[in-house]
């Protein structure tokens, strides 16, 4: 059956409460194989709370949510070895080093021997623009930059089908933010990924997006950029009407990297 | 041959054909497979890979390692009918790596200078001890010079949850000890017939002694642990600069009013401690060892003076301001990670139990030199 689905991600009848204030209303939602989908939404819309939802963090009231063919369920073993998930602070283990947090899954899913999984999670530290001083270290004497690479890195270590990232680029100074969004769209074009990224960066949205999804009226709205930005929505117009995401948008047009073989630059 | 590939040799021409799922679940096997993988002693190596099924990136950096080898051992390999851009994506990364600066020393184990790091760490520590007693003097300093007018308040929500809150729990500890203490006085006494010195025994051992002891270990470990836990938690997620940043001094509204909570708490806190010890004793003496209430109270009013209480309740405020400070301090020597305020959390509590033993040692020899 693995492999089979052209869905990777099916949400049905999703419902979260808290107290009377309804954040999802039957929210239905399908992510399709290989696509990077954004995740947009004003503050209180419940992006968050979709992303726990889907990782099992958090219980909905109502609702089934299947991840790959599977059935999550709230705190029990999801897919854990077929996602990689890049939280908004990094959340790498703050006592070991860039290296061990990154060898940390494979350790944890595996039972390589040491060589092989330090010579993995060198791969996958390379594989995101850092380099071995930078392994070396502890998560604190990171820049912000590069402890988004690092916790990337660890979100790949186990080869995941599907990549979460939430506000990936939130925090970034533009340059980090720009080969932050290059190295998403150069992973993304060589591995087989499907990448769903809740964000707030219209530069992002524009430039590495599939199709995006918008949180409005406790439900989710669906599609691609171009005819989102037609949509009749109030909240949608002014989202996609603000200048910095007009100016995006055009941005965009110009030059939409072709996701090849650019060089990977180091930020920091 | 295996599930994995089949190897086919002919006139120094080797051909290995891959099947099924190269990926990460399976690498331990593929990589056994592989090694048991020997070339003709010179030729050519051909991977087949149209009949992969699966290959991610970890299967890619199997078969490219082993390449590797081969070409090391003098033998040229390509590959056929990669589907995929995998191996160009690994190579790409290599590629990348290699122009990358070489860490020497990164994976090898570290040679070990056990005299310099000894002598290292007793520099650092010296060092460190000087920086804080610099700090605790600037703090004290700062409170004296400018005190804020949120001390007030900040002090007494201390005095509240370090000495109010912890009146049960001494209470108890310190009821217990005057228990233990009856029961082991009287066990000896009544050898000589002269039970009613326990409460001689008692009386001196929870005034002078065990009253603001226990009451300063359980708040050392209620408090101290608190004060440090707290304040590093502050450092970590940048509050203290935000106070600092708003123009507070946290020397001033976060160290100042836990010492100064503290010192008011500790002795009032002895004083109940105290109470419940003798209530301890008074409970065993009317119980168990015939000696009622009332002469209890009367051999307690001849046994002991307002001086043997006072040599207690002198020692409070000294204890009490070595576990605010102690606490404080390794509480504001948090950075960096969670282990590390886990680590000063508890060098907050041994520490500030082993300088209370300290100083009580040295108050009881300096109280006996001046007969007090």
Redesign the interface.
């Known amino acids: 059956m693995a492999?089979t689905h052209e869905h990777v991600i099916s949400i049905r009848g999703l419902v979260n409460r808290f107290g009377s204030q309804v954040v999802h209303d039957q929210l239905e939602l399908d992510v399709r194989r290989d696509e990077i989908l954004g995740i947009v939404g004003g503050s209180g819309t419940g992006k968050s709370v979709l992303l726990r939802s889907i990782l099992g963090l958090h219980g909905p009231n109502e609702g089934d949510i299947e991840v790959l063919g599977r059935k999550i369920r709230h705190l029990e073993p999801g897919p854990h070895?077929q996602w990689g998930v890049l939280f908004q602070g990094g959340a790498l283990l703050?006592?070991l080093t860039v290296q061990e947090n990154v060898e940390l899954p494979i350790a944890l899913h595996?039972?390589?021997?040491v060589e092989?999984r330090?010579?993995?999670a060198?791969?996958k530290i390379?594989?995101v623009?850092l380099?071995?001083?930078a392994?070396?270290k502890?998560?604190?004497?990171l820049s912000g930059g590069m402890r988004k690479r690092a916790s990337l890195a660890r979100a790949l270590a186990?080869?995941p089908k599907i990549l979460f990232l939430d506000e990936p680029t939130a925090g970034l100074d533009p340059i980090s933010a720009t080969e932050f969004d290059q190295l998403v769209g150069f992973l993304h074009a060589?591995?087989?990924l499907t990448i769903v990224m809740i964000t707030h960066d219209v530069d992002t949205l524009f430039s590495v997006c599939d199709r995006v999804a918008v949180l409005v009226n406790k439900g989710i709205i669906v599609d691609t950029l171009d005819e989102l930005v037609k949509h009749p929505d109030p909240w949608i117009q002014q989202y996609f009407g603000d200048p910095r995401a007009v100016r995006a948008r055009q941005a965009a047009r110009h030059a939409r990297p072709d996701g090849g073989?650019q060089?990977?630059v180091t930020g920091d | 041959m295996s599930a994995y590939l089949t190897v086919n040799q002919q006139d120094g021409l080797t051909q290995i054909s891959l099947h099924n799922d190269w990926?990460?679940?399976n690498?331990?096997g593929l990589?056994q497979t592989l090694d048991a993988v020997l070339p003709a002693s010179e030729g050519r190596v051909t991977f087949r890979c149209s009949g992969l099924r699966?290959l991610?990136?970890?299967g890619a950096?199997v078969l490219y390692?082993k390449s590797m080898d081969f070409e090391e051992l003098g033998v040229k390999t390509e590959f056929e009918g990669f589907q995929?851009?995998?191996l160009?994506?690994l190579q790409?990364?290599?590629d990348?790596?290699a122009r990358?600066?070489?860490?020497p020393g990164?994976?090898d184990p570290k040679p070990s200078h056990f005299v310099r790091d000894g002598i290292q760490r007793i520099g650092a520590n010296t060092i460190e001890a000087v920086d804080s007693v610099g700090f605790i003097a600037r703090a004290v300093l700062d409170g004296i010079k400018r005190p804020s007018r949120l001390v007030i308040g900040e002090t007494i929500r201390q005095v509240h949850s370090c000495g109010v809150a912890a009146i049960p729990i001494v209470a108890v500890v310190c009821f217990l000890m005057g228990v233990v203490l009856a029961y082991q006085s009287a066990r000896q006494l009544e050898q000589f017939g002269a039970n009613i010195f326990m409460v001689d025994l008692v009386a001196m051992a929870i005034l002078r002694e065990l009253g603001v002891l226990l009451a300063a270990i359980m708040v050392a470990g209620r408090s101290g642990s608190a004060f440090a836990a707290a304040l590093g938690t502050m450092k970590l997620t940048e509050e203290i600069d935000a106070l600092r940043v708003m123009g507070l001094n946290p020397n001033q509204v976060l160290i100042i009013p836990r010492i100064l909570g503290l010192v008011i708490a500790l002795p009032l806190l002895t004083v109940f401690a105290n109470a419940a010890g003798l209530l301890g004793g008074a409970f065993i003496g009317a119980t168990v060892l015939d000696i009622s209430g009332f002469a209890f109270s009367e051999r307690l009013a001849v046994a002991i003076g307002l001086d043997d209480a006072l040599v207690g309740l002198t020692k409070a405020p000294a204890f009490a301001f070595l576990i605010a400070v102690t606490g404080t301090l390794r509480g504001m020597q948090v950075?960096?990670?969670?282990?590390e305020l886990g680590r000063l959390t508890t060098v907050a509590v041994v520490q500030s139990i082993f300088l209370i033993i300290v100083a009580d040692a040295v108050f009881t020899v300096v109280y006996s030199r001046i007969g007090f």
């Not at chain 2, 990358?100 to 860490?103: H, R």
């Open positions: 492999g070895r703050s006592g595996s039972n390589l021997p092989t330090r010579e993995l060198v791969l390379f594989m623009g380099d071995l001083t392994a070396a502890y998560p604190n004497e186990l080869e060589n591995l087989d073989m060089p990977i | 990926v990460f679940a690498l331990a990589q699966e991610d990136l970890a950096w390692e995929s851009s995998h160009k994506f790409h990364i290599i990348l790596a990358k600066e070489y860490v990164f994976f950075k960096g990670s969670a282990e």
